[in-house]
């Protein structure tokens, strides 16, 4: 693993505003590791999995309290974000291994239902490798999916739902199915409520999952989800996967639906690369 874009680590970094009032004070977006090697807190080796975990790491203070929610999404140079239906053919090894470790970092990580059916999402183990890292910060031994659905058809006799170490949770709207939103409870999930109608509301998702007792969020999408997290402002990062590859066609980008207003800006905090993938991390500016 290559530092292409080695910066320094910032002694803070910037405040989320899906924190809330009593989130982190706001600055300038700072850079984040990895940073040039035997520059204090910067780790030595990316090739290690506490390397990277290290270099990847939540900023200090997230906690319920201060939520930070990171997504994780990986695109052709083309600008798909899969190839028949499929992220994975635009993956390598090295890119499932920070995917991997990204979701060995979060308390929850978050999941649109459509994303669900198409790659079709298992429960997440819990690994030895970051076993002490979870004890350490008070995380459960594997993080919780979290499928953010409207009309909750889903597979709730799917090992995702009755397999789940940390139970299985369902974001939805207040009016959502109640005999689906009940199927899903006899599965065993948790139904986390996050909007009055059938939909979620993106920003009041990042606070309910709070309130939950998560501030270590992640989200893998899927686009239509990414979307409307960058549209309400509450995506503090990105981690994109550059794949050198391109597939054209139709497929989506990494975030679809209603346009922003504006365009929003983020600022590289680091550019890693290995077998010719691009792994860049950008953080929202404030
Ligand atoms: N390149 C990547 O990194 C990456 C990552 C993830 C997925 N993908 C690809 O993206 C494709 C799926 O795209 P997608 O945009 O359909 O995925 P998605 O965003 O995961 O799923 C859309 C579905 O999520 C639910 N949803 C989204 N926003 C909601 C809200 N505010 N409230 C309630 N429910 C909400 C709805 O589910 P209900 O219909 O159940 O109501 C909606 O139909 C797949 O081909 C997958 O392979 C690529």
Redesign the pocket.
């Known amino acids: 693993m290559r530092r292409l874009y080695p910066v320094h680590p910032a002694p803070d970094l910037p405040a989320s505003p899906s924190a809330g009032p009593t989130g982190r004070e706001a600055d300038a977006a700072g850079p984040l590791v990895p940073g040039t090697p035997g520059t204090p807190g910067v780790p030595e080796d990316l090739d290690t999995l506490e390397g990277l975990a290290e270099a990847y790491a939540y900023p200090p203070g997230t906690d319920a309290s201060a939520p930070w929610l990171r997504g994780?999404?990986?695109?052709g140079l083309d600008g798909a974000?899969?190839h028949a239906?499929?992220?994975r053919p635009?993956s390598c090894e090295a890119d499932v291994r920070i995917l991997g470790m990204l979701r060995a970092l979060a308390d929850v990580v978050v999941?649109?239902?459509?994303?669900?059916r198409?790659?079709g999402y298992g429960p997440l183990r819990a690994r030895k490798a970051f076993a002490g890292r979870r004890a350490a910060l008070g995380q459960t031994p594997a993080p919780a999916i979290a499928v953010?659905?409207?009309?909750?058809?889903?597979d709730f006799s799917s090992p995702l739902f009755t397999e789940a170490l940390t139970p299985t949770v369902l974001l939805?709207?207040a009016a959502a199915p109640e005999a689906r939103v009940r199927a899903a409870r006899e599965a065993g999930a948790v139904v986390i409520t996050a909007?009055e109608g059938?939909?979620?509301?993106?920003a009041r998702a990042v606070r309910e999952l709070a309130r939950h007792g998560w501030g270590r969020l992640l989200t893998?999408?899927?686009?239509?989800?990414?979307g409307?997290f960058a549209g309400a402002g509450v995506l503090d990062e990105l981690c994109l996967t550059i794949a050198p590859m391109v597939t054209s066609g139709d497929a989506?980008r990494?975030m679809?639906g209603p346009g922003l207003d504006e365009p929003r800006r983020f600022s590289p905090a680091s550019i890693l690369e290995e077998d010719g993938f691009l792994f860049t991390r950008y953080v929202r500016n404030r």
């Open positions: 994780n999404m990986v695109s974000a899969h239906g499929h992220s635009l999941v649109g239902a459509g994303t669900i198409a790659e953010v659905t409207s009309g909750c058809d889903l939805t709207g909007g059938t939909g979620v509301d993106p893998e999408g899927g686009p239509q989800l990414l409307q989506s990494i679809s």
